[in-house]
Each structure stands twice: as structure tokens, then as C-alpha cells.
């Protein structure tokens, strides 16, 4: 008599790409969008508040990573700009952060079996 077929798993694999891959795309993107981000901060800080190449690298990554401004700027539109790129860097961060962290949490939900019925 030969044997059954076995059962079909209850919590099939998702068919999807694979975890790395999800994840790689997560840091490319983040690193993308932080770099963007470095850049108009960089530019801004050279053009508005006149500042040297290296002060302005200096002074966007400072507020990209919520440190602070480093150089004391001496002009309203200096001022503006460094009070807009601090909120803009705000959520940047925030979201940056998102990206990288979706799938490790994708990853979680599937490796706990929890359906998207179970979430509502």
C-alpha cells in the first residue's frame, strides 16, 4: 500500500522575493533618501547661509542627525532655512527609519503566522 501524500502546510511560504532582497532595497532606499537629503541641506547651507563647503557638510549632517546647528548664521534667511531643514530632517529621519524597518517587521508577522484577517 503506499504511503499518503502528507498534508499541505496550515501557513504556506509566502511567495515573494526573498527576505536579503526586501531588505537591501530597504537600505537602498533609506540611504538614498537620507543622502538626498544631505545634499539639499549641504546646498542650502553653501548658497543661503554662505557658508564653506566642508561648514555646510558639517552643519546639514548636525541637523540630519539631530544634533544641531554647529556655525551661528548671521542672516533672516540663513535663520529660515535652518529652522525649515530642521523639521524637514525631522521627518526624514522618522521615515527613513520606517523604510528600513518594514520588512524586519514584514518578516516578523510572517514568521508568527499572523494573516492580515488577524490585524482588523
Avoid: C, Q
Wanted: hydrophobic letters at 50%; charged letters at 10%; aromatic letters at 10%.
Amino acid at each position: 500500500m503506499p504511503n499518503p501524500a502528507p498534508p499541505p502546510p496550515a501557513h504556506p511560504a509566502p511567495k515573494s522575493r526573498p527576505f536579503h532582497r526586501r531588505f537591501l532595497g530597504a537600505v537602498f532606499l533609506s540611504g538614498a533618501l537620507i543622502s538626498a537629503s544631505l545634499g539639499l541641506g549641504v546646498l542650502g547651507y553653501h548658497f543661503v547661509a554662505n557658508l564653506n563647503w566642508i561648514d555646510a557638510l558639517l552643519n546639514a549632517s548636525m541637523i540630519l542627525t539631530g544634533m544641531g546647528p554647529v556655525n551661528t548664521l548671521g542672516t533672516t534667511a540663513a535663520k529660515l532655512f535652518a529652522s525649515a531643514y530642521a523639521l524637514f530632517s525631522g521627518l526624514i529621519l522618522i521615515s527613513a527609519s520606517g523604510i528600513l524597518l518594514t520588512p524586519i517587521f514584514h518578516r516578523v508577522l510572517h514568521r508568527f503566522h499572523i494573516e492580515e484577517r488577524d490585524l482588523k
